[in-house]
């Protein structure tokens, strides 16, 4: 067996407690599958005396990461910090230009600097393995860069935060609202104090950002995505859809197109007999459409300390193996440069929910609108609010939920219809609107 491989492990919460432990548990097995024992030889957190429920004093200690990334006797940098910049960025920047290979769980880095830290670990010869840093314990990486390097992809999409489809499982669940179901999340520990950074989209965005360089060999483009959370979605919305025979789902979307690529993420109504319609709570799940193997759908735990260290000790085991594979899939200068694809001209179905006006001829107005902008209705269906006047008969101050299924249009075309429709004066509020995707 070659020499053991040394591990410094940057960074000691939870997933660098699991780490820690997975390796002292299963070590002997990733010996006998690489060829080589693996051992972690040092770690690096603020505090030494902190209580960590293990034993450290076996480790060489670095207070500093960026000292254990450049003096370390180490072979391997596992960076578990975190952030996009400072000591987790200046960290693996010291270890890639020593030639030690990286392994982090860091999305918010490689949607920065990924392109940069590629250039500077292929220039020393180093790995830079990533594939806890999408999707948790689910292999997506290691699909996109390897497995599927034979096809030609059109699609890539899926649900890449846990946070968010709990709090939408529950809300269709339980019939309760999103501010509930998001202090249920915080309470269980499925939420952050401040949510904002995964309900408004933008936790889903850096992953998907790494998901398209991969996916279409371009640069990293982490500021050309379309985005919206899910702050907006209504119990009414959650019904609306469970009768048309949907599921809401936070998606990132990632799409070749005539114009460029798309990288959206928003909330998605999809169809409920579909894969990603399936996967619930705090689940994560991948598809990609390639030309010749058709659709995949990847489903697993998109969080949480063991199975992100899952995803981690992989990568240590590839580097253990000797397995050498391009950063993000082929050379950093190969890579292309992003092209982005107008939003504006984005085409598919769209649920479309107004509170309209109980006036004679709302309706007709609502209709020409559309069909002045070129839009083919589905379905219209009204839902009286309970309590509301009967069948028959209407009060004029008291807005009706009308919702509008669309045939596949763009989005031009629905942008420009609604501001129509809201200078008639004719809705009480701004529409609702949630894209439909088409799957097949």
Not at 120 to 146: D, F, H, Q
Not at 150 to 166: A, D, H, K, Q
Not at 241 to 254: F, Q, S
């Amino acid at each position: 067996m070659s020499e053991t491989l040394k591990v410094g492990v940057a960074g000691l919460g939870t997933v660098g407690a699991s780490v820690l432990r997975l390796l002292a548990k299963h070590g002997g097995q990733i010996a006998r599958k690489t060829g080589r024992a693996v051992s972690v030889t040092a770690v690096s957190a603020r505090d030494r005396n902190k209580d960590r429920g293990f034993d450290v004093s076996g480790f060489e200690w670095f207070t500093d990461p960026v000292e254990m990334a450049e003096q370390g006797d180490i072979d391997i940098f596992v960076e578990l910090i975190g952030g996009d910049s400072g000591p987790a960025e200046d960290s693996v920047r010291a270890a890639l230009a020593r030639g030690i290979h990286v392994v982090t769980a860091n999305k918010a880095l490689l949607a920065r600097h990924g392109v940069a830290l590629a250039e500077i670990a292929e220039a020393n010869s180093a790995c830079l393995n990533y594939e806890a840093a999408v999707a948790g314990g689910i292999p997506i990486v290691k699909t996109l860069r390897e497995s599927m390097s034979g096809n030609g992809i059109s699609r890539v999409y899926g649900i890449l935060n846990g946070t968010c489809n709990y709090i939408l499982t529950r809300m269709e669940a339980d019939g309760i609202s999103f501010e509930d179901c998001l202090s249920d999340a915080q309470r269980l520990g499925y939420a952050e104090a401040d949510p904002t950074f995964d309900i408004e989209g933008n936790d889903t965005a850096h992953k998907l950002a790494i998901l398209t360089s991969l996916a279409f060999g371009t640069r990293i483009a982490s500021d050309d995505i379309y985005l919206e959370g899910i702050t907006s979605i209504t119990t009414e919305d959650i019904q609306a859809a469970d009768e048309l025979g949907y599921r809401i789902k936070l998606l990132g979307v990632a799409q070749q197109t005539e114009t460029g690529i798309e990288q959206r993420v928003h909330p998605t109504m999809v169809p409920k007999n579909s894969a990603i319609a399936q996967v619930d709570g705090v689940l994560n799940a991948v598809a990609v459409d390639g030309d010749f193997v058709g659709e995949i759908v990847l489903a697993g735990p998109g969080a949480g300390g063991d199975a992100t260290a899952s995803a981690v000790v992989a990568d240590v085991a590839d580097v253990a193996r000797g397995d050498r594979t391009p950063v993000l899939g082929m050379p950093a200068v190969d890579l292309k440069d992003y092209q982005r694809a107008r939003m504006r001209l984005h085409e598919g179905g769209y649920y479309i929910r107004l509170s309209v006006y109980d006036r004679p001829g709302a309706f007709a107005e609502i209709a020409h609108c559309m069909g002045n902008a070129g839009i083919s209705l589905e379905s219209i269906v009204q839902k009286r609010h309970a309590g509301s006047e009967a069948p028959g008969k209407y009060d004029e101050d008291a807005p009706q939920p009308v919702i509008l299924i669309t045939y596949e249009t763009t989005e031009v075309a629905i942008k420009e219809a609604l501001e129509v429709i809201m200078s008639k004066g004719v809705v009480a509020e701004q529409p609702q609107m949630i894209r439909i995707e088409n799957l097949n």
